[in-house]
């Protein structure tokens, strides 16, 4: 049970490149959450899911796209990365469906971005 | 707007001292209030959480305590020890923000904690 995991750990981009990070669950976790943090600005929202196929915006959602094809992926991309980017990402899961009510949230171990 | 609020941004104490971490939340709305500890470099984990309809709740040298009139919850750490120093976030829901029943979080911008032998 390996839990949340993250892909890739690092990754250095130049302006204007994209990329897509992947968020992997084996929990069976109904939602899944993008998250960016930044020094001194705690932890900030990016998008959500609550279920496959369904996305939504949270609190930063310009110029991140997400897709949730499979349960378990959560996938977050960067179409056309800018210097404001850099960030360490966490991706986090709850809500295992017809388990025990829990709304813990269960993080990655992050991924360092850094864009040049 | 959605908001939450986190004293001190940084702390430092004695081990064997007391710590405390205050936050306060805008919404009434706001359900569940969990608090994370990050240490350098790893991932955030939950060390406790709280519900909307309790007032207090322990785990060995750790409690949280909750004012819903106030909007604002405790984070008390007793007896502290070096291996507590890390960032603390607390986290308040918010329902009107999506994300289900209990809504997404915002997080406070975090407290670090410095434990001195």
């Known amino acids: 049970n390996a839990g949340v995991t993250q892909t890739p750990k690092f990754r250095v981009l130049k302006t204007g490149q994209s990329m897509t990070l992947l968020c992997a669950q084996d929990m069976n976790h109904e939602y899944m959450y993008w998250y960016r943090q930044d020094p001194g600005m705690g932890l900030r929202l990016i998008h959500y899911s609550v279920g496959e196929g369904t996305t939504a915006k949270g609190e930063v959602p310009d110029g991140y796209n997400v897709s949730r094809l499979k349960k378990q992926n959560f996938l977050l991309g960067l179409e056309s990365a800018a210097p404001s980017q850099t960030s360490v990402y966490f991706c986090?899961?709850?809500?295992?469906?017809?388990?025990?009510?829990?709304?813990?949230?269960?993080f990655g171990p992050g991924t360092r971005l850094t864009v040049t | 707007g959605e908001n939450v609020e986190q004293h001190p941004s940084t702390l430092s104490v004695q081990e064997g001292d007391s710590a405390v971490i205050k936050c306060t939340y805008s919404?009434?709305?706001?359900?569940?209030f969990p608090w994370y500890k990050q240490e350098l470099g790893k991932r955030p984990q939950l060390i406790i959480d709280?519900?909307?309809?309790?007032g207090e709740k322990k785990d060995q040298r750790i409690a949280v305590t909750l004012n819903k009139t106030a909007k604002h919850f405790s984070l008390h750490i007793t007896e502290t020890q070096p291996e507590d120093s890390a960032v603390y976030f607390c986290?308040?829901?918010?329902?009107?923000?999506?994300?289900?029943?209990?809504?997404?979080?915002?997080f406070g911008k975090g407290t670090k904690l410095s434990v001195k032998p």
């Open positions: 919404d009434s709305a706001s359900n569940y």
């Open positions: 986090a899961s709850n809500w295992a469906s017809g388990g025990a009510l829990t709304y813990e949230q269960y």
């Open positions: 709280i519900r909307s309809n309790v």
């Open positions: 986290a308040a829901s918010y329902p009107g923000l999506g994300g289900g029943s209990q809504g997404n979080l915002i």
